[in-house]
């Protein structure tokens, strides 16, 4: 734009400066004021072309033809200006239009004097130069119209990323009627102006202005008559297209309508049925002259009806425009059909209320299946019982009853069957999913109808009772479960019992998310595994105490296992006939930081629960050895070592019990292991493999706790044992006159028979240690005879003779934490 405007100035400015000031007079200031005040206003449209002529440009072709180039450059400038700025407020673009006028008047002088037709005898088309002065004319109009269209084609392409034939061609094209106007209206005025003269030209300009304006005038009006025409002519074809689609549109309708995939029915405003096409008849499974002696009413779900014609009647009265809603019909034969009903009102000429529209589509198969897949979603595949989701949301929906009913009350039993995974590794899963079946089976006849039975998962399931009911009832269910369980399983031939710990909670205040609920179930239902399951226990605050005080010993005592904060204490074992002491027992003890003197009791079976039990006694049996070992004497004390059943569930039990012997130079022979009868029947073969392998290794195998568990006379024989351990319980009870030592006397006497050497756990009375002197109990340990005690203290209690050596090389690198399974 701004060289066009650059290029525009340079036009002007050499234009002024060629001006021949003799030829200017008075008609060309008339000419000039009537070209910028009056002609670029006055236009006049061209019928069905999309251009008009302007008086303006006949006006400039004027000035040309009578004055010359020059002031027809400057007079196209000052009028683009002016016209310009009438319609643009962007001064750029009105000093470039002004440019495009002068640049386009620049090239017709130019091409003029090319063709050699810019004289003025040529430009008046005076006698014999006729010919030429048409030629000049046309030149003028073409020149003109490819210079002017040509700069507004660059612009317009630049500026609407749009080719530049496109846009010419578009925009510009049918402008060039107006530009051959306007040369030819100025040739036929140049020639009546050497005819009559300029001044009579000037004195009719009134009345050619009058003509003009009815000339322009009748061609509106032509242009009117022209378009009337046409728009008839159109709306005749329309209403003829129209009645052709109106008919094909019914034709269309009534086939759709007669074999659309789904039923579509017309209704009147009382509910008749008017029309039904096949696919409805299909699916209800009546006749078409059926329907019409029916109405929808009867064929609808009396469950479904009254919100049907709500909706029916919010259509009738226009709230509504359309309705969707799944809908329940009865089949000619009975069963329900589920649909998708669509539903809109029509009008009807003949009737002042519309008619009503239904689309149904038969949605049976898709219902069964999303309550297919509802069913299994919320419900277990083995079992059949709902599942733990289902169960937390009607969980939950209860707790809210319970908040906005009074009186409604909620609790849970929660379920584990005990030793469980006995059946499945004994039997096999099939046979565990058979007991679980059963299990269900059972569980379903001790509810009450209202309460709901779920299996969480695994081997738990859980009872929900709600409503308002006495909480004697709860624990009831709970008894009626245990003696359903106490009859025997029949299960493809095998004959299983079960049982099952069950905690019971009753819901309160405090619970008020239905996680709150399950956490406090399963706390009562532990505290019954530990109080000896097969068994219910109510829960109440100190079990939830106690929980929390157990999880956090757990996260105390993993602590304290990796930090070796579990102390060994050692009681001597003496030889009863000498009274000299022969080994020592190896006792784990733990003082916690907050609670003290934590008992073995307590995080024994903790460190068993949690997986901590193999390092644990890994790192006693480690120090034991260490530090028995490092006793300066004539001779080696030996040390006993309890060994948990848990930890012969380790395939590497053996091999890492040799690792810790070979670190510490420690004799097997001086090693005894201390096992419990459980062992036997926990693990049964393998413990007699691992075992074997220790005895020949010359560790020597004590069952601890002789008589109190599991006892089986046929292990006695198979297993590699050296010692039994009597209980202290059994000791104990030798009252201080010598009676009450049968059970003793008889463990005794076993012992001989099997050639086992007996040792006696408990001795705190002089009549205790009299009595199993005189039964030739080899071995004895108790506080009557010395207490257990911490390394320096044992030290101590043997006398200043004896001093701790170095540990052996090597053990500050033992790899205890690397020896867990």
Not at 76 to 86: D, L, M, P, V, Y
Not at 119 to 133: P, T, V
Not at 236 to 245: C, N, P, W
Request: hydrophobic residues 45%; glycine residues 6%.
């Amino acid at each position: 734009m701004i060289t066009v405007i650059i290029a525009g100035l340079v036009s002007v400015i050499i234009a002024l400066t060629k001006f021949d000031l003799a030829r200017a007079d008075i008609y060309l200031l008339v000419l000039s004021v009537f070209t910028v005040a009056i002609g670029s206003r006055a236009t006049i449209q061209i019928p069905r072309f999309k251009s008009h002529v302007s008086v303006s440009d006949t006006f400039i072709f004027l000035t040309l033809l009578l004055y010359g180039g020059e002031y027809a450059v400057v007079l196209a400038a000052i009028e683009a200006t002016a016209s310009s700025w009438r319609f643009c407020n962007r001064k750029l673009t009105v000093f470039f239009n002004a440019a495009t006028m002068a640049l386009a008047t620049t090239a017709v002088v130019l091409v003029l004097k090319a063709f050699s037709l810019y004289d003025d005898a040529l430009l008046h088309g005076n006698g014999a130069n006729r010919q030429s002065f048409v030629i000049a004319l046309s030149l003028i109009a073409l020149t003109q119209f490819i210079t002017n269209t040509s700069l507004a084609s660059i612009h317009g392409a630049i500026r609407d990323s749009i080719p530049l034939w496109e846009t010419w061609k578009t925009k510009y094209v049918w402008t060039f009627f107006s530009y051959f106007i306007g040369a030819a209206s100025a040739g036929v005025i140049v020639q009546i102006s050497d005819f009559l003269g300029f001044g009579f030209i000037l004195a009719t300009l009134p009345v050619i202005f009058f003509v003009f304006l009815s000339y322009r005038m009748y061609l509106k009006n032509v242009d009117i008559s022209m378009r009337q025409a046409e728009q008839a002519e159109q709306y005749a074809h329309i209403l003829e297209t129209q009645s052709d689609a109106l008919r094909e549109s019914e034709e269309r309708f009534r086939s759709a309508f007669d074999y659309a995939p789904i039923g579509i029915g017309l209704v009147s405003p009382t509910g008749k049925w008017l029309k039904a096409n096949r696919a409805l008849t299909e699916i209800l499974g009546y006749s078409e002259a059926e329907f019409h002696e029916s109405d929808f009413q009867t064929m609808t779900m009396p469950e479904d009806l009254g919100i049907t014609l709500v909706k029916v009647h919010e259509l009738l009265t226009g709230k509504i425009a359309t309705w969707q809603m799944e809908q329940r019909y009865i089949h000619k034969s009975g069963r329900t059909v589920w649909t998708s009903w669509s539903v809109s009102a029509t009008n009807d000429t003949r009737s002042k209320q519309p008619n009503l529209i239904f689309q149904i589509q038969d949605i049976t198969d898709k219902k069964s299946a999303e309550e297919k897949l509802q069913h299994e979603a919320t419900h277990d595949a083995l079992t059949g019982l709902p599942n733990r989701p289902f169960f937390m949301n009607r969980l939950g929906e209860a707790l809210e009853k319970v908040r906005t009913i009074n009186g409604y009350k909620v609790s849970v039993l929660f379920i584990d069957l005990d030793r469980f995974k006995y059946v499945n590794d004994s039997l096999g899963h099939l046979i565990g999913d058979d007991l679980l079946k059963e299990i269900a089976v059972r569980l379903r006849d001790c509810m009450r109808p209202s309460d709901i039975v779920a299996r969480l998962g695994g081997d738990e399931f859980t009872i929900l009772v709600e409503g308002k009911y006495d909480e004697v009832e709860v624990t009831r269910i709970a008894h009626r479960i245990q003696k359903k369980f106490s009859i025997a399983f029949d299960l493809r031939g095998h004959e299983v019992y079960s049982s099952a710990s069950i905690g019971i909670l009753h819901a309160s205040d405090k619970h008020l998310a239905s996680e709150d609920v399950m956490r406090d179930a399963d706390t009562a239902m532990y505290q019954a595994k530990r109080a000896g399951k097969a068994r219910h226990e109510v829960f109440d605050e100190n079990m939830h105490k106690a929980a929390k005080e157990i999880l956090r010993l757990e996260t105390d005592l993993r602590r304290a296992v990796e930090r070796g904060e579990i102390k060994v204490f050692y009681q001597p074992i003496y030889t009863l006939a000498t009274g000299e002491i022969e080994s020592f027992e190896s006792l784990a003890r733990w003082e916690h930081p907050e609670f003290g003197n934590i008992s073995p009791s307590k995080f024994i079976p903790l460190a068993e629960e949690i997986g901590l039990i193999d390092r644990l006694c890994e790192q006693v049996l480690t120090r034991a050895c260490t530090e028995i070992g490092s006793l300066s004497d004539d001779r080696r004390f030996g040390v006993s070592v309890n060994l948990s059943c848990r930890q012969f569930s380790q395939t590497s039990l053996v091999q890492n019990i040799e690792d810790i012997l070979e670190a510490t130079r420690f004799s097997p022979r001086d090693l005894k292991l201390e096992i419990t009868e459980s062992v036997f029947f926990e693990h049964q073969d393998r413990a007699i493999a691992m075992l074997h392998q220790l005895r020949e290794s010359g560790v020597d195998i004590n069952i601890d706790d002789f008589g109190t568990g599991y006892s089986n006379l046929g292990y006695l024989k198979k297993l590699p044992i050296s010692a039994l351990k009597i209980d202290r319980s059994f000791v104990s009870m030798i009252d201080s006159a010598g009676n009450n030592d049968e059970i003793v006397r008889a463990i005794i006497n076993l012992a001989r028979t099997l050639g086992l050497k007996v040792v006696a756990e408990g001795i705190e009375t002089n009549v205790q240690l009299d009595l199993l002197k005189e039964l030739n109990c080899e071995g004895g340990q108790g506080f009557l005879l010395a207490r257990p005690m911490d390394f320096e203290s044992l030290v101590e209690f043997l006398g200043k003779d004896y001093q701790p050596m170095l540990p052996p090389p090597g053990f500050e690198d033992i790899p205890t934490a690397s020896m867990i399974q």
